[in-house]
């Protein structure tokens, strides 16, 4: 059998594709070397980054037998193994070395043992040259030994494939959340342009609301979270020969489980000997529950990483295999704590729901103004509000509110259903539910309105001139409520509409073409007892009175005789033209006044698409003005909110 240079390719060159994976693998090297400081150093201006560690070093010949040589086994040199200090190697393949290629061109070397110090440099373009002549590839020894360490060994990567613009603070959360040794309680200090690593840099225990940690040796995890955290110890025990440590937490919210660089941290991470093995194995537990949105944690599993055992991991030392029964065996013990944590988590999300909402002043009126039974209803109800996912503090709110019109609704289901048996004498009875449903009645509309008002400046404010009219032309027929607030909803009137749908066709054809490029669309509609035809002009034409007339009347002499010829010809209509600027003749001294008249005694109206809005805004704003009392539900809503939003400010 045969090897050739090209396998570099596929065991190192391309195997990794950024900063903290490939320096991940120095670290472990410095951790295999019983080095107990590690700085990295990362020169943006001299585009290298270095790491430097106070290791046992390699002589010219540890160079050549081991680091040189691609699969060298650590674990299996007795002459290395165990390490001085007691530590169980990280590294097993022997090819970690090559990762640094990923990221680098030029990999420089300087290490001292034994005070004798040795430099070389490793490049790339070496490498490819000596696999396309199927030569043996040697390195570049280096006289310069500036680099290097009293006692340890220091790696330069230089001519790096990507900018380091950023890459400091991410490599900060990135290493932290590769190792569990770094800290004082391992002996392993990790520096980043002298700053240090600590299991705070990995930023996720002050998310937490709530951790289950796996023996006592777990119970330091506890002290990262905030003081109020609940934290439950959980036996780690999966058989005789295998053992966890490490912990599973929920978060407060889901949008917590995400960094700054979009990165997703609702993820278990499986260690082993203290670094990252797997990133990942709650994706293959295929749990739906909602709690899993929530979840995170690292679980130690040294069993997984045996050396009288085949090697568990890929190439890429990032994930394993995963049909090898050590990680069978791991996956189901997670599946029955997950199991655990999903019903421990109903529990206490349920109560913390319950607790967050009474501490609402108006929220807790409210309850206290419950019957018994209701006020049980009740906290199961606020409770399972709780465990919904929100993306904003404001949704929250949101939901709250909403969630007491949802109880107060059922509750007057109930009490429907109890009219039944109510005597038809008990007429304080009866009025009660009248008062209630008023009461629901006039919340909902309040959040309908609210929803509208909201809709209507956002056109208002955030979309520009004709972005807007855009909107409303292709909204304002199945939202009348934009051009009158008594329009709530068409109603059904499918003969009178597919003839009104005829005659426009046949008033389309006898259009002449500047006047069919001037409109948009006309359509007839039903509402509220009243038949409603409403054209819209293209927002950019100006068109005159007379203009409009000529098209009113055909519109209005074709419904007429629809109405007539079904006996409805009392019924009221009205005719409204939407355009986007002033009509040519409004100009002209007294043309506003003279052309409403003119129009108003065909039934008809022209509205422009800012007017339009303004009126409605105008006009729901005035229902909410003067309908602030009304309703005791309708207030608690108001109250709720405004309530929330003070706290959430606070």
């Known amino acids: 059998m045969e090897l050739d240079l090209n396998v570099l390719n596929h065991l190192g060159l391309n195997l990794y594709s950024n900063v903290a994976a490939v320096v991940s693998e120095v670290v472990a090297n410095s951790w295999d070397a019983d080095a107990t400081t590690v700085d990295i150093h990362i020169d943006v201006a001299a585009d290298c ?76 373009a070496d490498i490819e040259a000596a696999m396309r002549s199927g030569a043996r590839y040697h390195p570049i020894p280096l006289n310069d030994h500036k680099f290097a360490p009293t006692q340890g060994t220091a790696i330069v990567l230089s001519q790096l494939k990507s900018r380091l613009t950023n890459t400091q603070s991410s490599l900060r959360w990135r290493l932290a959340r590769r190792f569990s040794i770094i800290g004082p309680a391992s002996n392993f200090t990790v520096r980043i342009n002298n700053s240090e690593l600590s299991p705070a840099d990995r930023d996720y225990f002050h998310k937490l609301q709530n951790i289950w940690y796996y023996g006592d040796v777990s119970r330091k995890y506890v002290d990262y979270c905030e003081p109020d955290i609940h934290a439950e110890k959980r036996d780690g025990t999966i058989d005789q020969a295998s053992q966890v440590s490490g912990w599973l937490g929920t978060a407060f919210e889901p949008r917590q489980l995400r960094d700054v660089d979009g990165e997703s941290l609702n993820a278990i991470t499986i260690l082993v000997h203290g670094k990252l093995a797997q990133e990942d194995i709650l994706e293959s537990i295929n749990d739906g529950g909602l709690y899993t949105k929530y979840l995170i944690g690292e679980v130690q599993a040294d069993f997984l990483d045996q050396t009288d055992k085949p090697d568990i991991a890929t190439s890429n030392r990032q994930q394993i295999i995963e ?164 329009w709530e909803r068409a109603t059904e009137s ?31 509609r039903l509402t509220t007892g009243k038949h409603v035809i409403v054209e819209l002009k293209r927002a950019n034409r100006i068109v005159s009175t007379n203009e409009i007339d000529q098209q009113v009347r ?95 400010q606070s």
């Open 49 to 124: 980054v270095r790491i430097i560690d106070n290791g046992i070093g390699m002589t010219r010949d540890d160079i050549n037998k081991r680091y040189l040589t691609v699969g060298y086994e650590r674990r299996k040199d007795p002459t290395v193994a165990p390490s001085a200090l007691g530590r169980q190697p990280m590294g097993r393949k022997g090819i970690g070395k090559l990762s640094l290629f990923s990221i680098a061109s030029v990999v420089d070397i300087y290490t001292t043992k034994f005070g004798l110090s040795n430099a070389l440099r490793l490049a790339i």
């Open 323 to 486: 049909d090898d029964p050590r990680y069978l065996a791991l996956r189901a013990f997670l599946r029955r704590e997950l199991r655990h944590i999903a019903n421990r988590w109903d529990e206490l999300r349920n109560a913390e729901g319950v607790q967050r909402a009474l501490e609402i002043p108006a929220i807790n009126a409210w309850y206290k103004s419950l019957t018994r039974d209701d006020e049980a209803r009740a906290k199961t109800w606020l409770g399972r509000v709780n465990r919904i996912p929100v993306e904003r503090p404001e949704d929250r709110r949101r939901l709250l509110s909403h969630a007491v019109l949802a109880f107060e609704s059922c509750r007057l289901k109930n009490n429907l259903d109890a009219l039944n048996r109510i005597s038809v004498e008990d007429i304080e009875a009866i009025s009660d539910v009248f008062l209630q449903l008023d009461d629901i009645e006039a919340a909902l509309y309040y959040q309908i309105i609210h929803e509208r008002i909201s809709v209507i400046k956002t056109l208002e404010t955030k979309v520009d001139e004709n972005a807007r009219e855009a909107v409303v032309q292709s909204h304002v027929f199945n939202h009348l409520w934009l051009l009158d607030p008594s």
């Open 494 to 524: 499918g003969y009178i509409e597919r003839q009104m749908n005829r005659a426009f066709e046949d008033i389309e054809a006898s259009l002449t073409d500047e006047e069919r490029q001037a409109r948009f669309d006309i359509k007839y």
């Open 554 to 648: 055909k519109y209005r002499s074709a419904l007429l005789k629809l109405l007539a010829a079904a006996g409805r010809d009392n019924e009221p209509y009205e005719i409204v033209v939407i355009v986007g600027r002033e009509l040519r003749d409004w100009a002209e001294p007294g043309g506003r006044s003279i052309s409403e008249q003119q129009l108003n005694a065909l039934g008809a109206r022209v509205v422009l698409y800012q007017q339009l809005l303004d009126n409605a805004y105008a006009a729901y704003s005035a229902y909410l003005e003067q309908n602030s009392v009304a309703g005791t539900l309708f207030q608690l809503v108001q109250t709720i909110e405004e309530q929330v939003s003070a706290m959430e």
